[in-house]
């Protein structure tokens, strides 16, 4: 397989990673809330990645082959108010031929480095299913908690899906 970089994706990757997102969202039991179909549409994309780029707290990251396929994402939108603009959560997906490669690793690697270099997030937050056994290992190998669990938050193919909160303190909480 050929190398990959990772980086932040710009207006002109809204195809590639529709592209990308079709085809995980067509995978079955694919770990992810989106199904078929409920992709954006390409202006949808370009639109937010505009916003991705233009909010400091927000951000898209993915990998990309030379040849501008796009084999991984991982998004992260961090809170509006200034309650909440420390935190946020992220969704990740990689392409399952690049699966089981350290492609998910680097990317939460990148984005835990981008977090912590925009000086206002001090914790990164997520939600996985709780049969997600990969996702959850990947997650705790880089040093996410397990901070509770949602029962039957998702409903999907049919049955109820229980997920785990988890997080990553980036900081010491501040005094109060
Ligand atoms: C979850 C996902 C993002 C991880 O990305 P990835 O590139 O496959 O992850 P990596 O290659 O970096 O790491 C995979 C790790 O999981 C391990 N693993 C694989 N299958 C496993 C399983 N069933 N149980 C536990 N660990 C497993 C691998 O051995 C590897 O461990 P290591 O890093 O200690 O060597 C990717 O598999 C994916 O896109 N899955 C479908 C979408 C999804 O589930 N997204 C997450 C939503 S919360």
């Known amino acids: ?70 084999i991984g994402i991982c998004g992260f939108q961090g809170g509006r108010r200034r309650a909440t603009r420390h935190d946020g959560d992220f969704g990740i997906s990689v392409n399952r031929e690049w699966r089981d490669k350290g492609v998910g690793s680097a990317l939460i690697q990148h984005l835990i480095a981008w977090a912590k270099s925009t000086g206002i997030i001090t914790r990164v937050g997520l939600t996985v299913m709780t049969h997600n056994e990969r996702a959850i290992h990947v997650y705790k190998k880089l040093g996410f908690e397990l901070e509770g669990c949602k029962r039957a938050a998702l409903f999907k193919e049919g049955r109820y899906i229980d997920v785990y909160m988890m997080g990553l303190l980036l900081l010491d909480r501040p005094k109060a």
Do not use: F, K
């Open 1 to 70: 397989m050929s190398a990959y970089i990772i980086r932040e994706a710009t207006p002109e990757d809204a195809a590639a990673i529709l592209v990308h997102n079709d085809l995980i969202a067509n995978e079955p039991d694919n770990g992810i809330t989106r199904g078929p179909g409920e992709n954006m549409t390409l202006q949808e994309e370009v639109a937010y990645l505009e916003t991705c780029r233009a909010t400091d707290n927000w951000v898209m990251l993915i990998a990309i082959t030379p040849m501008g396929e796009v």
